[in-house]
């Protein structure tokens, strides 16, 4: 360990003093990124990073570590791609000449015997193997869009991986990630936001290409199944492979080249949200640490429960990415935020397409969680027999009565206390008449009652979640919208239903330009207490917050606030407008 931090620290120093030299001689020369429209950065910055971070990793390389004919294969095809994007950053290449390139590069890797071992055939894994080198060069680059993203990616990735080997008892691959690790920690130092310099393609080639070689190396004797072979790997490198996908699909559902730059990413999405770059750029670090940590979880997770693990995050990031699809991104007019969206419904006709295929999974997904959990992970023989015999059932019976019980006529952003009723009572009768059938196909003899209860129990909360998931997304990524600079401060008179009502279009529109304080109410039992994430005030603390706040606007949100109280605003100098519905 000590001469691992050792190495490690030494990089770092290495790629700091490397990283300041490119940055002063790419400025000298003119070796800028200039601002374009499609990309993010607003000013002249110096590219070339990626020179500091490969010299000062192939310089501790060579330094510390002795001859590896494996290693010397990723290292002389990372080369290559790193002298490709060298050129690429100064001439433009086409994205087919990169695309050979990387081709190139990952059948010498594969020539060197490095390969993923997941199926019986090694031609196949020949071509599953240059797909993922090729997938994640390419989805590295691709992340490389916003200030310290890729960058910091890479360095979680590197900080798993080295975690990995370590476990693995792998001293020496680990001892590679921790350069690595150090290379990306010195060139970080200039590129979060502020950044001063960025990778450019030869950094982010190089750095995707290595990741994946070296994730290869790993030794998984010591893993106790096949699926944690894979998604190890995977999950460690989560969130580059999720934004190329979201890339990908959301580019083709728009009609866009695929190789076309833009500020349709995962940060950009984030930011458009309302989130600050700097916010963005954290929440990725913080879903790549947790993703990380599922990987170091699967590993050595019987196969059962790698399955319902990967299963349900795999829902997750599906979700997610269908709510990050809904945001508008391209300012063109052309296309209307829904662009993943929109490619399911071409797929499937019908959005309940898609809400039926997500609760056929989730049916599965909670059938088989209440199996390992009535068992303890461990199912013996003749209740997997049960499990498999009696699963069709289970999902033809619980669409039936989800469909009979009306779940797929709500709207998953209104949802509301009548629908979630109904799917709890959708949900019991479906499992309720799933148990009645088992136990009389088995004469009560077999199957375990308490594997039903579970099932309620988690099937509720699953599809529960799923038609929360969007207002939950919201929730957690977004929080209040930030309010536009010219917004006016505004108080709401009144913490009722109305106040209810009209705080939510206030933030949900922030064209309407005001910026809420807070909500002012005669009932002092409410003061001091908040409302969708807002203070309720005593009244008689409006003259203060007017002078504090600048406010010249009150909101009255119900039309049993008497004229005597307009009055007394309009002695503040304030002017109250008073919320009405009306219909004609």
């Known amino acids: ?49 990626g020179i500091a971070i490969y010299a000062a990793f192939l310089t501790s390389y060579f330094w510390v570590f002795p001859h590896s004919p494996k290693m010397v294969a990723i290292l002389v095809a990372g080369t290559l791609l790193f002298v490709t994007g060298l050129l690429d950053d100064l001439v433009q290449f086409k994205p087919y000449i990169k695309l050979v390139m990387q081709l190139v590069a990952a059948a010498i890797t594969v020539y ?14 020949d071509f599953i193997t240059i797909f993922w080198l090729v997938g994640l060069t390419n989805a590295v680059n691709l992340l ?18 080295s975690l990995t080997f370590y476990l693995n008892g792998q001293v020496y691959e680990a001892m590679l990630t921790v350069l690595l690790a150090g290379a990306l920690l010195g060139f970080l130092v200039f590129n979060f936001k502020p950044a001063s310099i960025f990778m450019g393609d030869c950094g982010s080639m190089f750095l995707g290409y290595t990741l994946g070689g070296i994730a290869l190396l790993s030794n998984y004797g010591f893993t106790r199944n096949l699926a944690s072979v894979f998604l190890t790997p995977v999950l460690i490198l989560m969130i580059p492979i999720f934004d190329t996908c979201l890339v990908t699909i959301t580019r083709k559902g728009a009609g866009r080249p695929v190789s076309q730059g833009g500020r349709d990413h995962t940060s950009h999405r984030l930011v458009a949200l309302g989130m600050s770059e700097r916010k963005a750029v954290l929440v990725l670090y913080v879903l790549a640490a947790m993703s990380g940590a599922l990987a170091l979880l699967v590993r050595g997770a019987r196969l059962e429960v790698t399955v319902l693990v990967a299963s349900g995050f795999a829902l997750t990031i599906i979700m997610l990415g269908l709510y990050l699809g809904k945001v508008r991104v391209y300012a063109d007019g052309r296309h209307h935020g829904n662009e993943l969206v929109n490619v399911l419904k071409d797929f499937a006709y019908k959005r309940r397409v898609f809400e039926i295929l997500l609760d056929f999974c989730l049916i599965v997904l909670a059938y088989f969680g209440a199996y390992l959990l009535r068992f303890e992970s461990e199912l013996p023989a003749e209740q997997w027999d049960i499990f498999i015999r009696t699963l069709p059932l289970i999902i033809a019976i619980q669409l039936l009565l989800f469909l009979a019980g009306g779940i797929y006529r709500g709207l998953w952003r209104y949802i509301g206390i009548d629908d979630f009723l109904a799917l709890a009572r959708a949900v019991g009768l479906g499992v309720a008449v799933s148990a009645l059938m088992v136990f009389s196909a088995y004469r009560f003899r077999g199957p375990s009652r308490v594997v039903f209860i579970i099932d309620a129990l988690l099937l509720l909360v699953f599809i529960a979640a799923s038609r929360l998931s969007f207002r939950l997304f919201a929730a957690l990524l977004v929080g209040q919208r930030v309010a536009q600079p010219n917004a006016r401060p505004v108080l709401i008179y009144g913490a009722g239903d109305g106040g209810d009502f009209l705080i939510r279009e206030l933030v949900n529109h922030p064209e309407l330009h005001y910026r809420p304080i807070g909500f002012i109410d005669d009932d002092e039992r409410k003061a001091g207490k908040l409302m969708r994430g807002y203070r309720i005030f005593s009244s008689a603390l409006l003259p203060e917050l007017v002078e504090e706040h ?17 009055d007394f605003l309009r002695g503040l100098g304030l002017a109250p407008k008073r919320l009405r519905i009306q219909l004609e």
């Open 550 to 566: 600048g406010v010249s606007e009150v909101l009255v949100s119900s039309i049993k606030v008497p004229e005597s109280k307009l």
């Open 1 to 49: 360990m000590w001469l691992a931090a050792s190495v490690g620290a030494f990089t770092l120093l290495l790629s700091l003093g490397l990283t300041y030299l490119v940055r002063a001689q790419a400025t000298r020369f003119g070796f800028v990124a200039a601002p374009r429209q499609d990309r993010w950065h607003q000013r002249p910055t110096a590219l070339m990073g």
């Open 112 to 125: 060197s015997g490095l390969r993923l071992q997941l199926t019986g055939s090694e031609l196949l894994n």
């Open 144 to 161: 490389d869009n916003m200030d310290g993203l890729a960058g910091g990616i890479s360095l979680i990735a590197c900080v798993y991986l």
